[in-house]
């Protein structure tokens, strides 16, 4: 495909990393494989979760629910989790040992206290934009490269959503992470194929 190409890097942030609040198996370990691809990219997006205190998602905001319970919301079920990423907290920030500073832009999502957010592109509602496709089209970038947090989640919605919007999307499996909630790794990896995402 025609166009310029970024790397778009998902959530790598402390929450999300061992010892955080909503912590993925392995997501230290692919600091060095994202901090590779940011250096070898000219083009470099970063999204970050970014929740006020009680936001709607967190388990501890429904009575009687635990994390990974799931809940039916106005836009549908959402799955609950562990408070995280709150806005301006140690949690939210990137991680230490990535080098983001060479970023272009920060999407920052989840922001809406009544609705949660995965895709780098759009809510959870799959209908108010983030304005990253926007940006993308002027920018003239044709082309996305996904890494980091989480693989089935974030990583996931964000590239079904830059196929959806006209992208290509390939999703670098070493420099990302799965949460795997009840075989979910296995089914956005499906998703994402029937999608036409590809994988390296």
Known sequence: MNGKTALLVIDMQNDFCEGGA?????ATSILSVVNSLIAGHDHVILTQDWH????????????????????????????????????????????????????????RKGFRPEIDSYSAFRENDRQTPT???????????????????????????SALDAR???????????????????????????AMEEAGVTFA
């Not at 909503?22 to 392995?26: E, F, Q, R, Y």
């Not at 635990?66 to 939210?92: I, R």
């Open 131 to 157: 304005g990253l496709a926007g940006y993308l089209r002027e920018r003239q970038i044709a082309n996305l490269v996904l890494c980091g947090l989480a693989f089935d989640y974030c990583v996931a919605w």
């Open 52 to 107: 006020p205190a009680g936001h709607s998602s967190f388990a501890s905001e429904h009575q009687g629910k635990s994390p990974f319970e799931t809940v039916a919301m106005p836009y549908g079920e959402q799955t609950l989790w562990p408070d995280h990423c709150l806005q301006g907290s140690q949690g939210a920030e990137f991680h230490p040992s990535l080098k983001w500073t060479k970023a272009e832009m920060i999407v």
């Open 164 to 190: 959806r919007f006209g992208f290509s999307a390939r999703v670098v499996e070493q420099a990302t992470a799965a949460i795997d909630l009840d075989g979910s790794k296995g089914r956005m990896r499906q």
């Open 22 to 26: 909503l912590a993925v198996d392995g």
